[in-house]
């Protein structure tokens, strides 16, 4: 009895400390193991425990793919808006985070010094206009929310992960969600910071995505009012 709980706990720790997903080759897995990382038998995936310094496997993170990582806990934020197509009112989510790393530039004054590494930043964010979601992660979203699809924008001419109207299938674009004052990702009051439900999302890995960041400047009072509920 007292062996099960004991391997149970054990195994609780793993995955509570398993973090981020890493792409080693064969040839790299001693260098790989030696530096501190580990392989995960059911996900078939070397990674990363959350205590380790994601720089020291800079060579292993698909930088190319994304430029953020965005740590466990992690939430999706949840809200309504008018359609501006046939102007029923429909659901919209947003991935978001408070803790996360970004690809970026150590030195900036420095021209000739100018390296990229994977800086901590604290803030909050609702990620907008995302090109590239981790697989499985987009999987249980989609799964959960099937009105985000990857979708072509005319406003910004690409595509990207968006929100689609649950009744008319159109694209509500992520300019007016995030960038436009009482969109429904970017909060001004404190009733419409209670009008956003922020879920955990079960992942067992962080979140890897390439998207834009928006620092709101009232993110107290959003993670204070908001609504949190369980994914269930
Ligand atoms: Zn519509």
């Known amino acids: ?44 995936t070397w990674y990363v425990p959350k205590h ?12 190319e793919k994304f430029s953020i990582i965005a740590k466990k806990p992690f939430h999706i934020a ?14 919209i989510v947003a991935l978001a985070s408070n803790n996360f790393y970004e690809f970026d530039y150590t030195n900036e004054d420095d021209d000739d010094n100018m390296t990229k590494e994977w800086l901590k930043q604290d803030y909050f964010t609702f990620f907008s206009t995302p090109e590239y979601i981790d697989k499985e992660i987009i999987d ?33 674009g992520d300019f007016f969600n995030h960038n436009e ?22 992942s067992k890995y962080d979140l890897t995505l390439n998207a834009g960041t928006g620092w709101s400047g009232i993110e107290d009072m959003i993670l204070k009012y908001c609504k949190k509920k369980e994914w269930k």
């Open 1 to 44: 009895m007292k062996h099960a709980t004991k391997l149970i706990q054990q195994r609780y720790a793993k995955l509570k400390s398993m973090p981020l997903k890493i792409n080693v080759s064969y040839s790299e897995k001693e260098e790989a193991k030696s530096k501190g990382a580990f392989w995960d038998t059911d996900s078939k």
């Open 181 to 202: 004052p009482g969109g429904a990702f970017s909060p001004m009051s404190i009733e419409e910071c209670k009008e956003i439900t922020l879920i955990e999302v079960p």
């Open 52 to 63: 380790k310094n994601y720089n020291d496997f800079i060579q292993w993170i698909d930088n």
């Open 78 to 91: 949840l809200n309504k808006r008018e359609c501006w197509k046939c102007n029923e009112i429909t659901d």
């Open 140 to 172: 249980l979203i989609q799964e959960r929310f099937p009105f985000y699809k990857y979708g072509y924008s005319k406003t910004i001419n690409r595509k990207y992960w968006a929100n689609h109207c649950q009744n008319c299938n159109a694209l509500q």
